[in-house]
């Protein structure tokens, strides 16, 4: 170019402001080499945004660790765990991103030092942080390599918020707590729950009435229907669950019956009874015709007068009007069963034909415990214990100068609620069975699948008892399945809140299960997202440093105009952007195409054959590495 030129591009850019005059004598002395030093608050912001997002991280995790397994109390607390999970993740990646961000504009200005880049590269490498369509620039990729993965890094950090809110869940959970609190406790102490009763009985040696006296008559209605629920489902009646899902133990003491063996002298009166009683004796020969009983059931009574045992009817037990008979001599059951000997044939004139076992009321204490699932409730008999046997009453007093209680009312008469459970009892079991079952009601129990029946079912079907009846029973014998429906019965009593005692207040620990939402923390899935997004900005801030020691001095992120301002002031590229000052898009390709490179250039007022210059931006054929000083 010719010094005419020069002289006349020189004239144009001469200033003309009188600030600019005031600039011109000590820029012309500058020296080229100005001192060069990292201020403090590029590394300062870059560390300090690295350990607030790792600081941040941390308290992410802790405050869902602080919410794991704790219950959901209602919609809004979820609602503001979200925003607080959000809010972390968001404080998390601005920090994070920024410290990356210096890093990245340290690093720009490392390569720019190093390389010639065009124009349009180094628009790339300088928004790309800002602007993802740079991160398609070949050119980038090619000469600034670490500062491009930098700028990607930024847009890809990110992407951890969209993990880490989403660790912490709800869930539904079973949980159990204890409740303390009343639970059914049957009254039976109030006969008139369980029984019908006479105001007046008579002693049956003198039949001369009792003086404030009340005597048991039947069952009540309640306590016969309950019986044949019972019964006839061979399953414990549900009672009220306290809760959904809950269990608890009582302990009661309660009626049972206990089966044995008849011993010898309770064998010697049924086998007495059984010859002078064609209606149980069967016959001889099975192939007659007429195969008699195969079974029968009966409460004893004796005879007063004459000592003879008979059968007491059910119907009416105990209230007697001729005082002679109807009395059980205890509250016990007579039961018998036939086997077929080898002969084929099964006889009563043989004892040995007759298979006989006593059923004996008891008072039992009972360890129960009920439990429920969904409502649905199911029993487990934990232990029972027979204590004493009972014996029958007619009648018992109804005044007692010791707890001066009233009508019906008073523990005294809890042997006649046992008593009124007994007979509702015996009413399914007692009668015969033969060809014509409808002379007892187990054909409507669970009792017709005992295996001791099999005689029976042989004669009656061909065959042993089909195995959907005989699975009912769980082959097991006439005793066991006579015990449970016993105790069946007096568990079932607590279906019925009639029964209940209500000034029962001993309190019963309950344990209650239920659905509850609680919080579940997936910390797997946070550590992993932070821990990788804190290794790459980690990374990314160490190269950060690195540039920063390199360059010896920092520059401000992002690039700002002054840094512009100071860095592109240079005779060469005033002519290379003449007419084009506008800086607007889209940039001329010619212009972007133009290799520049930082360094050491000529002044902007001096010629640039002197030692007189500046470090900015120019072309790469007259720029010169900068020179540190020692």
């Known amino acids: ?82 925003r607080f999970g959000s809010a972390f993740a968001f404080l998390v990646e601005v920090p994070l991103v920024a410290a990356v961000s210096i890093a990245q504009t340290q690093r720009v200005w490392t390569t720019l030092e190093k390389k010639p880049v065009s124009i349009g590269g180094i628009d790339s490498v300088i928004a790309a942080t800002r602007d993802v369509g740079s991160l398609i620039s070949w050119e980038m990729w090619s000469k600034a390599k670490l500062a491009s993965l930098l700028a990607l890094l930024c847009w890809c950090l990110p992407l951890s918020a969209l993990v880490t809110p989403a660790t912490l869940t709800v869930q539904a959970v079973s949980r159990t707590r204890n409740v303390t609190q009343t639970v ?40 016969s229907l309950l019986s044949i629920a019972t019964a006839s489902t061979g399953a414990i009646q549900p009672m009220p669950a306290p809760f959904s899902n809950a269990s608890y133990s009582v302990d009661f003491y309660g009626p049972a019956v206990q089966c044995k063996t008849a011993n010898e002298s309770a064998g010697r009166s049924m086998y007495n009874f059984l010859s002078s009683s064609p209606q149980y004796c069967p016959i001889t020969d099975l192939n007659s015709g007429d195969e008699g009983a195969y079974y029968f059931g009966m409460v004893p009574g004796r005879n007063r007068t004459t000592g003879k045992v008979y059968a007491v009817d059910l119907g009416q037990p105990s209230h007697p009007t001729d005082h002679s008979s109807s009395q059980p001599m205890a509250p016990e059951l007579w039961f018998g069963r036939t086997t077929t000997t080898a002969s084929g ?46 014996r029958w009453y007619n009648g018992v007093p109804t005044i007692d100068s010791l707890d001066g209680s009233s009508y019906g009312d008073a523990p005294r008469y809890a042997v006649m609620s046992y008593q009124a459970i007994w007979v509702a009892l015996n009413q399914q079991l007692i009668g015969t069975l033969s060809s014509n079952p409808e002379g007892t009601r187990i054909l409507q129990t669970p009792l017709i699948g005992s295996k001791d029946l099999d005689d029976w ?38 279906s019925v809140s009639h029964l209940w005692n209500p000034n029962n207040t001993a309190p019963t620990t309950i344990t209650v299960g239920e659905m509850i939402n609680v919080y579940n923390y997936r910390r797997r899935n946070l550590l992993i997202s932070y821990i990788t997004a804190v290794a790459f900005a980690l990374i990314g801030t160490v ?88």
């Not at 790792?54 to 397994?69: E, I, M, R, W």
């Not at 039976?188 to 001369?208: C, H, I, M, Q, R």
């Not at 007759?354 to 649905?376: I, K, M, P, Q, R």
């Open 1 to 82: 170019m010719s010094s005419g030129s020069d002289h006349v591009n020189s004239s144009r850019l001469k200033p003309v402001s009188p600030l600019l005059e005031a600039h011109k004598e000590s820029n012309e002395n500058e020296a080229v080499n100005p001192e060069l030093k990292i201020h403090w608050v590029a590394p300062v912001t870059m560390i300090a945004f690295f350990v607030s997002g790792v600081s941040f991280a941390a308290g992410h995790h802790a405050y869902y660790s602080s919410l794991d397994g704790t219950v959901v109390r209602d919609n809004e607390s979820q609602q503001w765990a979200i």
């Open 184 to 223: 059914p406790a049957i009254d039976f102490n109030n006969v008139t729950k369980f029984a019908l009763l006479s105001t007046s009985v008579s002693d049956p040696t003198t039949n001369e009435a009792y003086v404030d006296s009340i005597g048991y008559r039947y069952p009540s209605p309640l306590i």
């Open 345 to 390: 044939s099964r006889s009563c004139t043989g004892r040995g034909g007759w298979h006989n076992f006593t059923c004996t009321l008891y008072n039992t204490s009972y360890s129960a415990e009920f439990s429920f699932d969904g409502g649905v409730q199911s029993t487990r008999l934990k232990n029972i214990e027979y204590l004493e046997p009972m």
């Open 457 to 494: 079912a042989h004669f009656n079907f061909g065959g042993a008892i089909p195995p959907s009846v005989a699975s009912i029973a769980g082959n097991r014998t006439l005793d066991i399945l006579i015990e449970e429906m016993a105790q069946n019965i007096t568990l079932s009593l607590f």
């Open 543 to 630: 190269v950060g440093v690195f540039s920063l020691i390199v360059n010896e001095r920092s520059y401000s992120t992002p690039i700002s105009f002054s840094a512009i301002l100071c860095t592109t002031r240079n005779n060469d590229l005033d002519e290379l952007v003449h007419a084009k000052s506008l800086g607007a898009q889209p940039l001329d390709k010619g212009l972007a195409c133009t290799p520049l490179r930082f360094g050491t250039v000529g002044g902007l007022w001096s010629d640039r054959s002197t030692n007189n210059g500046q470090i900015a931006f120019g072309l790469s054929d007259t720029v010169s590495p900068i020179i540190r000083r020692s």
